[in-house]
């Protein structure tokens, strides 16, 4: 353990999910003095979500198949000494030539204090947000994130209405369906975009990941159990109501994902959760400079090395931020980059030779293959932008309109999101592009000649919105070390 | 079959407190942030958009989206799905950027 006060932490871990508690658990065990950072309260991130304390919640694990991993995370974290820094929100990461790095948080009850957290090595384990298409209507309050209902409802108990559509694309909808139904609302349909037949190209990675099947199996289960229809090749298309959501519009769509025109059916509800897949939360690793690959949706996710680490020497990454793969898939990476780092620091290249080692690259190759195969069975077609009409918002902090878009795009010249970004505003807002980015980008790769120009890899400076008072005053008495 | 959430993980909460939501009353439970004590009262908005006056709220859930930007005792652009309700929050309903006290 470091003997003076001021002297780094080993290891900083960003983010306290499933890879960030794996990465921090491993390395603590290992010997390693590490701070493990969360914007949120608890640990567990999104997947393993829960009431805080006050809730008194008994059996949190009737919200969660896989509760035993997590309590289990829990409780070695518990025993490890590692120090976890709650309600920490990290804007930038930095390194002074090749010192220690420093993770630059804002914490406190107004969110405004500035710490910094000094390190040896880093593990970024921030995770995934979820990928939004816009559609007409899709600003009116009861719309809302599919993972973000799942959100709400595992840490705050609650629903955002009584009859809940779902909607968009991917597996997280059969989850989200599954829980909203088992906590009390009624779900007359989930509304899924792709076929399902994506995955029966790849057999053999189907088999040999059997607990995704075993997954899919369980919330296919609870779908017949509450009666719930899963519509394929098929989206809302249209949202109704003046101040809040009183019913969608279902369309089918081709297999590109364009709407069949007079195939739109009218269900009455009161919220809508809708989602599109996860984007893998990169920009305080882009902001470094570390590569990034392609993933088979379109999505940009970390290049990382066989044992976790990134371009940037010094710089690890586990689970989301490596391209979105699930939670089994990021414990075994944060376990793999808590051994690596551990062999880095401590000058032990053989613990990286283990049979433990080897186990969970195998397991790692196997699950990232199987992500791979869903990625693409779920990858938004290009038809999508079909159901969008002149009037409908894209950019919902800006209130910047597909309209105001396309003008910029055929009337103006834009070919991308920056330039699209500085004739309209669009994804200059709030959330620095978040929600709109990949819309922008599909709407702006409609005036180049292939048409199917890919969005760019996330880059933003500071990853939350830091006020100028903290930003110019960094006193160094805020610096939290080991 | 479980009713309420609170049923499912079968909750026994600490003692419930009072908010206030743009001068009413409402009923939060400790742990839950101030986006979920409106939720469960029934209230989607809180915010009004800058250029539209559009109704907004919760919408990502997690804290990325900014969408659920409220003004949490007397204090603007608090992301409501984050900030913990604590007894006696008069939480206002944020209109445009919030600073209109600011305005010449």
Excluded at chain 1, 119 to 140: K, V
Aim: charge should be positive; glycine fraction near 12%; hydrophobic fraction near 40%.
């Amino acid at each position: 353990m470091p003997t003076s006060p001021s002297e780094p932490y080993d290891l900083a871990v960003i983010g306290a999910g499933p890879a960030g508690l794996a990465g921090a658990v491993t390395a603590g065990e290992l010997g390693l003095s590490v701070a493990l950072l969360d914007a949120a309260g608890t640990t567990g991130g999104q997947y393993f979500r829960h009431p805080a304390p006050g809730l008194g919640a008994a059996r949190p694990q009737a919200l969660h198949h896989d509760w035993a991993a997590f309590a289990a995370l829990r409780r070695r974290l518990g025993a490890s000494g590692v120090t976890h820094l709650a309600h920490h929100h990290v804007w930038t990461v930095q390194r002074q030539d090749d010192g220690p790095w420093t993770a630059h948080a804002l914490t406190g009850a107004e969110g405004d204090t500035p710490v910094r957290v000094r390190a040896r090595a880093i593990l970024l384990a921030a995770g995934a947000y979820e990928r939004q298409l816009p559609f007409p209507g899709w600003t009116l309050p009861g719309v809302v994130g599919a993972g973000g209902a799942q959100a709400m409802l595992k840490s705050g108990l609650v629903l955002p209405g009584q009859r809940v559509v779902v909607a968009g694309s991917g597996p997280l909808l059969l989850a989200v369906a599954s829980s909203l139904a088992t906590a009390g609302a009624h779900v007359p349909a989930v509304i899924e975009a792709s076929g399902y037949l994506g995955y029966a190209h790849r057999p053999l990675t189907l088999v040999a990941n059997p607990h995704k099947l075993l997954e899919a199996a369980v919330h296919g289960t609870a779908l017949l159990r509450h009666r719930i229809p899963l519509r394929t090749r098929s989206a809302v298309t249209e949202v109704h109501g003046t101040d809040r959501v009183e019913a969608v519009t279902v369309s089918r769509l081709d297999r590109d994902w364009r709407p069949l025109p007079g195939t739109g059916r009218r269900i009455a509800c009161d919220a809508l959760a809708v989602g599109h897949g996860l984007l893998p939360r990169t920009e305080l690793a882009t902001g470094l400079g570390c590569a990034t690959r392609r993933a088979p949706d379109g999505t940009h996710a970390l290049a990382l090395g066989d044992l976790q680490e990134t371009s940037v020497p010094g710089l690890w990454a586990a689970g989301e931020t490596g391209g979105i793969g699930g939670w089994q898939l990021a414990c075994a990476e944060g376990e793999l980059a808590g051994i690596a780092v551990a062999a880095r620091l401590r000058g032990l290249p053989a613990l990286t030779g283990s049979r433990r080692v080897r186990d969970l690259a195998r397991r790692r190759d196997r699950m990232r293959a199987f992500a791979d195969t869903m990625a693409a069975a779920h990858a938004p077609g290009p038809g999508w932008t079909g159901w969008l009409t002149d009037a409908t918002d894209v950019c919902r902090c800006e209130e910047v309109t597909v309209g105001g878009i396309r003008e910029a795009v055929t009337g103006l010249g834009a070919r991308d999101t920056r330039t699209v970004k500085l004739l309209t505003r669009a994804g200059m807002g709030w959330c620095q592009g978040r929600m709109c980015g990949t819309a922008v980008a599909c709407l702006a790769a409609a005036g180049t000649e292939q048409g199917t120009v890919p969005p760019s890899a996330e880059r933003r400076p500071l990853a939350v919105p830091v006020p100028l008072g903290a930003l110019a005053d960094q006193p160094a008495e805020n610096d939290r070390t080991s | 079959m479980a009713r309420t959430p609170a049923d499912l993980v079968e909750a026994e909460p600490d003692p419930p407190f009072e908010i206030t939501f743009d001068g009413r009353t409402v009923t939060a439970l400790p742990g839950q942030s101030v986006a979920a004590a409106l939720w469960g009262a029934g209230i989607l908005a809180w915010r009004t958009t800058r250029h539209g006056g559009r109704p907004r709220g919760a919408f990502c859930g997690i804290g990325q989206c900014y969408d659920c930007l409220a003004t949490v005792n007397g204090e603007p652009n608090r992301r409501a799905c984050l900030v913990p309700a604590r007894p006696g929050d008069a939480i206002t309903t944020q209109e445009g950027h919030g600073h209109a006290d600011l305005a010449v």
